[in-house]
């Protein structure tokens, strides 16, 4: 069985009991990054052999997990944070083992995007997960452009580093609307911004934004 596990997106007591029992009973835990892992596994004295299973090594790995898994052997799959196969290379793995006509089952947990859409107060009945925009601000604008003909609510992901270029290209492109912006959710520095977006923009001016982000439109 290739079990996909949720873990925290921050705080380490967002494991699930089942997730618990899972990670102490399988044959081998594949990591986004091990040493990310670990610092969880540790926190709950687990201790499981790993492997890592990231972007770089995803097709090599992948064959060398399904081969483990044709053994008999289970396996369980995390990312660094939330749910595997949402924007990580466990989409290759999960989409491998379904064509090696092998057992798959998912452990439920946080993701971040569905904890801020519920934090934003944004109409939730429909929306559209965007992932990540383009980086350069031309693309990023014809990807909202594109965004803004849907009739639902939209969330997607932004590193700090980019995010007031974002708010910036928002702005000429939805015009100054109320949207929410949240950050480092379930860490100790949780923060969501409900307001327009140029009232977002300043605020980020005067506090340099730290942190990973999600934004809804």
Do not use: W
């Amino acid at each position: 069985m290739l079990y996909i596990v949720a873990t925290p997106i921050g705080n380490l007591k967002d494991i699930t009991l089942r997730a618990l029992e899972v990670l102490k009973s399988v044959d081998l835990i594949a990591c986004e990054d091990t040493r990310h892992t670990k610092i969880l596994l540790d926190h709950y004295g687990i201790k499981k052999s790993t492997t890592s299973f990231f972007q770089h090594n995803r097709i090599i790995k992948a064959e060398y997990l399904i081969g483990i898994l044709k053994e008999g052997k289970n396996i369980a799959l995390v990312s660094d944070a939330g749910t595997p196969g949402v924007l990580d290379p466990g989409y290759n793995l999960i989409n491998l083992a379904i064509k090696n006509n092998l057992e798959v089952t998912v452990i439920p947990g946080p993701s971040a995007f569905i904890n801020a859409l519920v934090l934003s107060g944004k109409p939730a009945h429909e929306f559209f997960f965007a992932g990540f925009l383009p980086n350069r601000s031309q693309a990023r604008r014809n990807r909202l452009k594109k965004l803004m003909q849907l009739e639902s609510t939209i969330v997607f992901y932004e590193s700090c580093h980019r995010i007031l270029a974002t708010l910036g290209d928002i702005l000429a492109v939805f015009g100054d609307r109320d949207i929410a912006v949240a950050r480092e959710l379930t860490k100790k520095f949780e923060e969501i911004k409900r307001e327009k977006t140029s009232q977002i923009i300043d605020y980020f001016k005067q506090n340099t934004p730290r942190g990973e982000f999600v934004v809804v439109i």
